[in-house]
Each structure stands twice: as structure tokens, then as C-alpha cells.
């Protein structure tokens, strides 16, 4: 049975306190990548059309390496998620671990925080900053091809 305190820990910190397989850690660490990149997909392209377009092939990259892990961690037989998955079900837990994603980390949210200041809140500029500095393009590249 699984005690409250593990459950809330596994609430709070998706897939990577949860993961038991390295599979998971690797599309954890992927995942996160393809979320700075959305972050910033909006000051890269040059139309709102093409960023959106980019903006669901990240989306899309994201879901399909959650999917992945839940996949692996139900198979290897991380009784945490299994119960979560039984909780909440298969699809509102891809929600969840999509939300959770997508909000990227502390250090990310503190990096763009720091250069929006010394951009003086040029977000067009802090989004190309970070594109690069990311490999975003690489990794756009990679998911469109």
C-alpha cells in the first residue's frame, strides 16, 4: 500500500522521483529539453502561424515521451505509478505530467527571468536567446524530419 507522504512526493516531483528505469530519466531529460524550446518557439518564427505549427510538433514530441515512460515504468512495475494510473487514469496523468513539463524548472524560469531584466523585457530577443542557447534548432530539426 502506498502511504500518502509517497504519493504526495510523487505528486509533486512527476516521473523523475517516481522513475525506476532509465528509459524513463532519458525521455525525462528529452522531455524537459523539448519544453525550454516551446517556452521560446514564439520569438523564433516569423508568423504566429508557423510558431503554432512548431508549438504542436513539440507538444506532440512531449506526449509521445510521456506515454513512453508511463509505458516503461508500468512495465518495469513502479508501484507508484501504477496506482497513480489507476487513480487518475492513463490520459489525465499525460495531462498532468504534460503540465508539469511544460513549466520547465526553477533554474530555466531564473535563467529567462535574469535575461528578460537585462534585455530590458524584450521577450522577442530573450526567446532567440534562449532558442540558441538551448540547440533549439537542432532539436526542432530532429522532430521534423
Not at 10 to 33: C, G, K, Q, W
Not at 61 to 89: F, P, Q
Not at 102 to 126: F, G, M, P, T
Request: hydrophobic letters at 45%; proline letters at 1%.
Amino acid at each position: 500500500m502506498i502511504t500518502r507522504s509517497v504519493l504526495l512526493i510523487a505528486l509533486s516531483f512527476p516521473m523523475i522521483v517516481a522513475a525506476e528505469t532509465a528509459e524513463t530519466n532519458a525521455l525525462a531529460t528529452r522531455t524537459t529539453d523539448y519544453a525550454r524550446c516551446l517556452d521560446v518557439t514564439l520569438g523564433h518564427f516569423d508568423s504566429d502561424i508557423r510558431a503554432q505549427e512548431a508549438m504542436k510538433v513539440f507538444y506532440a514530441a512531449m506526449i509521445a515521451n510521456i506515454r513512453k515512460s508511463l509505458a516503461s515504468e508500468l512495465e518495469a512495475g513502479n508501484d507508484t505509478v501504477k496506482i497513480m494510473d489507476d487513480m487518475m487514469g492513463r490520459e489525465v496523468m499525460i495531462g498532468y505530467f504534460l503540465k508539469s513539463f511544460s513549466e520547465v524548472n526553477q533554474a530555466y524560469r531564473s535563467e529567462k527571468q535574469k535575461l528578460s531584466e537585462d534585455s530590458n523585457w524584450d521577450w522577442k530577443r530573450v526567446d532567440a536567446q534562449l532558442w540558441a542557447r538551448h540547440g533549439c534548432n537542432a532539436i526542432y530539426e530532429g522532430l521534423v524530419r
